[in-house]
């Protein structure tokens, strides 16, 4: 009989574990301030070994709870410094059509964000460009090129009050 643990399902890795303890939502905490940390100090900070700290973030990983580790970048020196969202309206509500729009706008330059939502609009964009000038070319070339849509507003973000990635745990 084989001890080799059974490999999860995409769907499976989706699902968090039946039980979160307190050392791993430390963990979770911890990583969502600084991912880069190691993991001696992550170990230490959560006052487990390294090996068996090292074990619980695998394992964090393989459940899908971690999706990935990312370096968060300053927009405005590489020149992506306006933030603007949009929403949008569809023609039609069909299943072609939202297929259709999504996957465009998976393609629109600078877009972070696209979510389908409910109200007003039929879709929410984010994205980031450098300026009102470099904005109304992307609007110009891609934005209006959208299939299915018929109308969109457009948000140009003022002032940045919060933006987190941390989730509360």
């Not at 490999?7 to 989706?14: L, V």
Request: hydrophobic share 45%; net charge positive.
């Amino acid at each position: 009989m084989s001890t080799k643990p059974r490999r999860r399902s995409a769907a499976e890795a989706e699902l968090p574990p039946a039980e979160l303890d307190r050392i791993d939502r430390a963990i979770l905490r911890a990583l969502q301030r600084d991912a880069s940390i190691s993991n001696v100090m992550l170990a230490a900070k959560v006052n487990l070994s390294a090996p068996a700290c090292l074990r619980r973030v695998e394992r964090l990983k393989a459940s899908g709870l971690i999706k990935g580790i990312v370096a968060l970048l300053n927009p405005k020196p590489l020149n992506v410094g306006m933030l603007v969202i949009i929403g949008v309206v569809l023609d039609r509500s069909t299943p072609e059509s939202f297929t259709d729009f999504e996957k465009a706008a998976q393609k629109v330059s600078g877009c972070l964000e696209c979510h389908v939502v409910t109200g007003e609009f039929d879709y929410i964009m984010m994205l980031r460009t450098q300026d009102n000038d470099s904005f109304n070319r992307l609007h110009a070339e891609q934005l209006l090129y959208l299939p299915g849509v018929r109308q969109v507003r457009t948000f140009m973000v003022l002032k940045q009050v919060l933006s987190t990635t941390q989730l509360p745990i």
